[in-house]
């Protein structure tokens, strides 16, 4: 009778410890790792030669283009992300808030936060008026010396909530550092 009650424990440990060492070994899906990308990445600096400003971006961005006053950084793994900073002179020499109330409209933006000397604005991508089907940007705005300097986030919308320490890099980038 012993026998059996101890044959019956190892069984049912080894049931047990299959069990989990089956599910602890599963294959994570690419949310959960992009997630866990996002909660630990090591932030980069690029500094522009020209304007001066700061860009941050995640280190396993890799560099997609640097032309005159624009860079960008992309990751481009199952998925397209990219964040981009560039500069755009006030031409039209708008007042703040005309500026802000000309790009919001220009961008269709749908949500916006204003600050001081800045504003976040958000909304679904539009490229050459087109919407870009399930891709959403993220961007500040910051007015200086008649110059618009600009960090836009471009992300799929369905990997959003993976997204929440990108969306503070952007929140709290400031043009110099």
């Not at 020209?50 to 950084?73: H, L, M, Q, R």
């Not at 708008?94 to 749908?110: L, T, V």
Request: hydrophobic share 35%; net charge positive.
């Amino acid at each position: 009778m012993r026998n059996s009650h101890f044959i019956l424990f190892v069984l049912l440990l080894s049931a047990i410890c299959t069990g989990y060492f089956w599910h602890c070994n599963k294959k994570r899906t690419f949310r959960d790792r992009l997630k866990y990308e996002m909660d630990i990445f090591e932030e980069k600096k690029y500094k522009d030669s020209t304007y001066g400003f700061y860009a941050a971006y995640p280190e396993f961005f890799k560099c997609d283009t640097i032309s005159g006053n624009y860079v960008c950084f992309g990751f481009h793994i199952e998925t397209n992300m990219i964040i981009e900073y560039f500069v755009m002179p006030n031409k039209k020499l708008y007042s703040f808030d005309n500026g802000m109330k000309h790009i919001m409209k220009e961008n269709h933006a749908r949500m916006f936060k204003r600050k001081k000397d800045c504003f976040v604005i958000s909304g679904y991508y539009y490229m050459d008026d087109s919407q870009m089907e399930g891709y959403c940007y993220y961007s500040k705005y910051v007015y200086r010396k008649r110059i618009w300097y600009v960090c836009r986030l471009i992300y799929e919308e369905k990997y959003k909530s993976c997204l929440d320490r990108l969306f503070r890099m952007v929140d709290g980038w400031t043009v110099w550092k």
